[in-house]
DNA sequence: CAGACCGGGGTCTGCCATGGCC
DNA sequence: GGCCATGGCAGACCCCGGTCTG
């Protein structure tokens, strides 16, 4: 009811940095900043009296501590709230006098929850109860700037309600988005950002900012000419990085670059391109993955050499787990694959083993020669590969 | 045309620790 | 002294198709 209106406003103004933002969602710089500075209340003047949990008594002056507020949880129950799992998780919100319980869940309705939903998500996250009716109006509109549909959020709440109830502060929900926006990310990669990582949007604009100073400081340091360039390429490419430590990100950097013998520029490049991923990992998680690599490849027969040019062409090589990896490896080699074209063309370690075993006895039937053919056969879409495998069969047969 | 090269896209939470504030 | 907000961590790939080229 606060909010909608605002949407009708038709006067652009547009800030720089959420234009493109606002191209795509036909709404307004205006629009946003009212979002972003309204002031938020605790509790909405016009949530019905009898929607919220109040509890009258002794307990109402010192709520601390204390006994669980008992109507609040057949409240919780009617809902479908797994009651025993929401206090493990929160145990304080279930001592709370005053609450918001069927307010949010009325709204989640609304905006086409099923009920089921409801209580999932009051279970996993039971603060979300204590948002008051315009706290989640305004939350859901700034989403919506983003978001084309309700749904898309409502499938977001499905799968993390903690990213979208964790916060109580809108207003720093609303620079996120500013800020984000005059990085040069557009509109779609906001989408996709939210999408995959929703936490971004609930860290403090300060977190996000640090992470942003700190990849242009690294691109600094590699003699970059655009940092910011490449803060966002990195970005784009790494939807997840936001959402990590600057001391881990800053770890494996440190562990790439003294761990190979590689130049800065290259270095660069690989960040913010297919290396962008394995910045993810944990410091350890990096470290094991190169030892092991390092054995497999060599107990193979290959020099300590060829993992560094494997991982240069190929730096998504550490994302794979040492198990996963050898036996990917151990599965191309039995079907008559050498380590040495393995190195030429490390994509097919992309596909999953299944998916390589798969194709693998598909063409030993047909007789397909590796050797003479090469694998690139692997490195392929379904629907290519079935193709493929179509005009393979039909020359068999003639 | 078939093959090769190359880049892009989907996807990810649920828990614990801690400092500050009421 | 408890609760809230927020930072941080472990976990551990796969697939598709546009477009150039011979």
Not at 194 to 209: G, I, K
Not at 285 to 305: D, P, W
Not at 357 to 384: C, H, P, W
């Amino acid at each position: 009811m606060v909010i909608h209106h605002v949407f009708f406003l038709t006067t652009m103004t547009l800030v720089p940095g959420v234009r493109a933002l606002f191209c795509l969602h036909r709404t307004s710089a205006r629009a946003l900043r009212s979002l972003v500075t309204s002031p938020s209340y605790l509790f909405s003047g016009d949530i019905p009296r009898g929607l919220c949990t109040i509890t009258p008594d002794a307990s109402e002056l010192k709520p601390l501590a204390g006994p669980d507020n008992e109507p609040l949880l057949e409240s919780l129950t009617v809902l479908g709230v797994d009651v025993k799992k929401a206090r493990q998780r929160q145990p304080g919100v279930l001592r709370k006098v005053s609450t918001n319980e069927q307010g949010l869940a009325n709204f989640l309705h609304g905006k086409g929850a099923s009920p089921r939903l409801v209580g999932s998500i009051i279970s996993r996250y039971p603060r979300a109860i204590t948002r008051s009716g315009q706290h989640l109006e305004r939350r859901w509109a700034l989403w919506r700037t983003i978001f084309r549909s309700d749904n898309e959020i409502i499938s977001i709440l499905d799968r993390s309600p903690e990213s979208f109830f964790r916060s109580s502060d809108n207003d720093n929900l609303g620079m996120n988005i500013v800020f984000l926006s005059s990085l040069g990310l557009n509109a779609k990669d906001l989408h996709r950002l939210l999408t995959t990582a929703p936490r971004t949007f609930s860290n403090s604009v300060e977190l996000n900012r640090q992470m942003v100073e700190f990849l242009e400081d690294v691109s600094a340091e590699l003699g970059g000419d655009d940092h910011r360039q490449f803060a966002k390429a990195v970005i784009s490419r790494n939807l997840y990085i936001l959402i990590r430590s600057t001391k881990r990100v800053k770890a494996n950097i440190d562990f790439l670059r003294t761990s190979f013998n590689i130049s800065d520029s290259v270095l660069l490049s690989l960040l913010q391109g297919t290396g962008a991923e394995i910045l993810d990992l944990s410091n350890d998680y990096l470290r094991r993955n190169l030892k092991r690599l390092q054995e497999k490849v060599v107990s193979l027969g290959c020099q300590k050499a060829d993992v560094e040019k494997l991982i240069i062409c190929y730096p998504s090589v550490l994302f794979i787990g040492p198990d996963t990896l050898s036996s990917k490896v151990d599965c191309l080699l039995k079907g008559g694959i050498s380590m040495a074209q393995i190195l030429e063309k490390p994509k097919v370690l992309e596909y999953s083993t299944q998916n390589i075993t798969q194709r693998l006895e598909e063409l030993a039937k047909l007789g397909y020669d590796f050797e003479r053919s090469g694998i690139n056969v692997l490195d392929m879409s379904r629907k290519r590969f079935d193709a493929k495998l179509e005009r393979l069969s039909r020359m068999s047969e003639e």
